[in-house]
Every structure is written in C-alpha cells, then in structure tokens.
C-alpha cells in the first residue's frame, strides 16, 4: 500500500573519456547537478538527486549499447551512430556487438560521452545536449511538471 510513496533515486550512468573535451564537460555538468542548485539560474532551487556512476576509459557492453540505442531520441537507429569519425577509426561495424569490439580495441571509436539514465530510459551519445535534456528531465520530474 505504501510502496507509491517510495522513490527510487535515478542511477545516471557517464561512459567517460577524459581525453574528450565534451566528456569533460558532460562530466562536470552532471557533478555540478548533484552538487549545487540546479537549474544554476535558480539560486534557490535544490541539486538533483541521482546516483551518478563514472566509468572510464571503459565502453559499454553489447547488452548496454543494445539498450542505450533503445533509449536514444530518435528511433530506429543504427550503431553506427554510436561511433565518432575519428581518423583512427577504418572499421564502421553494423552491429552493437562489432561496435563494442571495436570501442574496447580503439577507445577513440566511440563518440564521448554516452550519459545514461538508466531509470528513465533516457540517454545522450557524445551530445552536451542531450545531457542537458536528461538533467531538465530529472528536474521536471523533482518539481513536480511531470
């Protein structure tokens, strides 16, 4: 009977680069978050509540990829959008598994950051914008607009 009233604090994950300078400021916009008001606008609004987990220099799994694709904006998507254009990068693999293989041998595979939140299925490829979206997302959902 009183398990509405229990919330679950969003796990936000942060597949982080910090060779990437839109990794780095993924990174201190999602600590900024829980640390301080946010909005910053709003001096007088509360941080973000989230589980926020950093993993470095390390891809997602096939299964994560496979799930991230499923939470991105834009549907039907390849996983080819997961990959950067890098000049090291010669191999374009057509599936998750191929791109997970690729990202573990050749980190500059990948577009950094790939943010994650995980509990409403939202999430950001190598996009600062998309993690501003993820964040309002949780504010909406702290103030009540959602």
Sequence with gaps: MFKAFLRTIPQVSIFHNPASPASIKALKLLQSAIA???PPSRSSALPLKFDLEVVENRPPTSDQLRTILS?????????????????????RPTNVEGVSQLASQNPHALKWPIVVDWNNGKAAVGDIEGVKAILEELRKKRDGEE
């Design 36 to 38: 301080s008001p946010y």
């Design 71 to 91: 939470y991105l904006p834009s549907k039907p998507l390849s996983p080819d959008v997961l990959l950067s254009a890098h000049p090291t990068v010669d191999a």
